[in-house]
């Protein structure tokens, strides 16, 4: 069967499968193979640096005929970062983590499809404000950052889900094969954002390191934390979001300190010289909680298939008890 969706229908895409806006690891080639294979590829726009924009939005352009978009962090941008996309005819542009209403009217007047992530009730009610075309409700298991007081993703949906309709709500948090994009959908989304799956593909704009420990993470391992973007000098509001990440030493170093770490100049001097030394990655491993569920290093393309074929199967067998195969007998 195939899994239409409103989204599908609004976006004009085959499966409802999108890419996360992962900044940095998300890039133009990433983004065109999940298009290609009839997906949301989503670049990963993040800070809104012109210049990273400048060299992978052509990329997601010319790889490829389907749609295609791109995704900020609002708290971070300004209007350049958006102008800048826009001149490339995304078919949407996703906003997260901060008041959209600056930049709505501006993507308004394109064509571009305006894509809200949410985090919490709130968030959800402004995006219906602004005029959300799409909401994503991001549950806590998701990687990287997200609502330090947040709900995880089975209650979460449901809720967004009731509250924006008849807008479409994508699910995204823990969600790492097909069985979570069924499950995604059981809830009442109408599709699924992937992150962590994502970045262990072939294209993922990721060193060999994050890749080989995104095989290797366990979601017990994971944790939702502010102590890395403090030592790492990161503006992000920790008041508000936090990131799941893997194991890391300064996490373990200064876990439950975050206001002492803060004031402290030299642990974050102490990080910098680290990385510089090469005893630690330049940058935390951004992992969900369904890290488990990720054993390989397919084409992005490959597994834009195997989530639908996954999720398809999923759904006709959901509440069905499977048939065994057992071996034939020889005689």
Do not use: C
């Amino acid at each position: 069967m195939a899994l239409s969706t409103e989204f599908t229908e609004l976006l004009g895409v085959r499966h409802p499968i999108v890419l996360a806006p992962m900044g940095g690891s998300a890039g133009g080639a990433l983004a065109a193979a999940v298009s290609r294979a009839g997906g949301l590829g989503l670049l990963g726009g993040a800070y809104g640096d012109l210049a990273w924009l400048e060299r992978e939005l052509p990329i997601v352009a010319e790889g490829t005929d389907q749609p295609w978009g791109v995704g900020f962090l609002t708290w971070a941008i300004d209007a350049d970062a958006v102008e800048q996309a826009l001149e490339f005819n995304p078919a949407a542009v996703m906003l997260s983590f901060g008041d959209p209403s600056p930049f709505v009217d501006r993507i308004r007047r394109s064509d571009a499809v305006l894509i809200v992530q949410v985090t919490d009730l709130d968030e959800a009610k402004q995006a219906m404000d602004v005029g959300a075309d799409v909401i994503v409700a991001q549950g806590t298991e998701s990687g990287g950052h997200g609502a330090r007081r947040g709900r995880s993703t089975l209650p979460f949906v449901p809720l967004a889900v009731d509250l924006a309709a008849p807008v479409p709500v994508l699910a995204a948090g823990g969600i790492a094969d097909g069985r979570g994009v069924a499950a995604a959908l059981a809830l009442g989304a109408a599709g699924a954002l992937i992150g962590t799956r994502f970045q262990a593909t072939a294209e993922a704009l990721v060193d060999r390191s994050i890749s080989q420990a995104i095989l290797e993470g366990r979601g017990q391992d994971t944790e939702r934390n502010g102590v890395l973007d403090i030592v790492r000098g990161a503006s992000w509001p920790n008041e508000r979001y936090t990131a799941r990440t893997l194991a890391h030493p300064y996490l373990d170093r200064w876990r439950g300190r975050e206001v002492e770490l803060a004031g402290d100049s030299q642990a974050r001097q102490d990080y910098q010289d680290d990385v510089a030394r090469g005893m630690i990655s330049p940058l935390p491993v951004w992992a969900g909680e369904g890290v488990d569920l990720i054993t390989d290093l397919p084409a992005a393309a490959d597994l834009v298939t195997t989530l639908a074929d996954q999720a398809e199967d999923a759904l006709a067998w959901a509440g069905r008890r499977r048939p065994i195969n057992r071996p034939r007998a020889h005689g």
